[in-house]
């Protein structure tokens, strides 16, 4: 039987702290070369873009489809049979936020700041989650949107998260020791200017196509490290690092993944400008999809589906 898990479910069954874990398990499985992660594929049509991205870690293999905000995670055991059916956008949401706060624990250390650039429902995502895994952390916040600045200040309120929002881009980035960067924008607004300080370090997380791009090619020129999820996926889709290979600003000797950060072979600079430059890749929702999978069978949360994609010749004979 297949378990389907609703999206009221998965909301209960979100721990930050075990999908932070789970995370960073999946990273060093990954280092190991334990872990598979399947490069991004994608199909428009009419309008519309269905995204694909599946990985392998331990004894499941799966993958994530969305399409027009419509995300599901599909979660297989080695022999092939389907295991669960999740329904995941709180869950993508959760796991996007998570990533940037790992990246900022391995690379840059203890932070007592972060500023978020960008309040959308991902924005959102990490300004809740950094609240609980980071308590007492000062949270900086920016969006040109005042229709989005009003609503993310009702919504952090009533859930009684302290965010200061700030009117600049600029003013943001003086105040944070770390900077997390999740908007939409097709043209970069991160200046070097704004974060050429001893030391800063930045999450870039908005662009996964070469056509979006969150910060200049001057600051990818001018850090000291950047780290990616996945080395090939990620050359290929983030717009900022295809730019700065266009402009000639793109060192590739500095890029190193986030796992062989996260198991501790790479010397991170105490200095300077780093860069976590993030795509989002299939191992990470993999990684949550198994644990949420896992808590909801010992929860006793979901529903048995039948789900049985098997030729129908064969179907007597089981």
């Not at 920016?142 to 009003?150: A, D, G, H, M, V």
């Amino acid at each position: 039987m297949t378990l389907l898990i609703k999206e009221k479910d998965v909301v209960n069954l979100l721990d930050y702290k075990e999908i932070y874990d789970s995370i960073v398990n999946a990273f060093l499985l990954f280092e190991n070369k334990l872990a598979l992660n399947l490069e991004r594929s994608r199909i428009s049509f009419g309008g519309a873009t269905l995204t694909f991205q599946a990985a392998a870690m331990e004894n499941y293999i799966g993958y994530k489809t969305f399409i027009a905000g419509n995300l599901l995670t599909f979660i297989y055991d080695t022999s092939g049979n389907l295991l669960s059916i999740i329904e995941s956008d709180r869950l993508s949401q959760v796991r996007t936020a998570v990533v940037p706060i790992i990246a900022s624990d391995y690379i840059y250390g203890n932070y007592s700041s972060m500023g978020v650039i960008g309040l959308g429902k991902y924005g959102l995502a990490i300004i809740e989650v950094l609240s609980e895994l980071k308590k007492g952390i000062r949270i900086y916040a920016y969006t040109p949107s005042e229709e989005r600045r009003k609503r993310a200040i009702s919504i952090l309120s009533e859930e009684r998260i302290s965010v200061e929002v700030k009117d600049s881009i600029k003013k943001v980035c003086e105040e944070s020791e770390v900077i997390t960067t999740i908007t939409k924008a097709k043209d970069p607004f991160l200046k070097l200017e704004y974060v050429n300080y001893k030391r800063k370090h930045i999450n870039a997380m908005g662009s996964n196509i070469p056509e979006k791009i969150e910060i200049y090619p001057e600051v990818i020129k001018a850090s000291s490290l950047v780290v990616v999820e996945d080395m090939e996926q990620t050359l290929k889709e983030s717009g900022e690092l295809v730019i700065a290979k266009k402009m000639g600003m793109l060192d590739q000797n500095k890029i190193v993944t986030l796992s062989s950060v996260i198991s501790r072979k790479i010397s991170i600079p105490k200095d300077g400008i780093t860069i976590f430059k993030s795509v989002g890749i299939g191992l990470e929702d993999l990684a949550v999809g198994k644990l949420i999978y896992e808590k909801a069978l010992r929860k006793g949360l979901g529903t048995e589906i039948e789900v049985r994609g098997i030729w129908y010749r064969e179907l007597g004979k089981k």
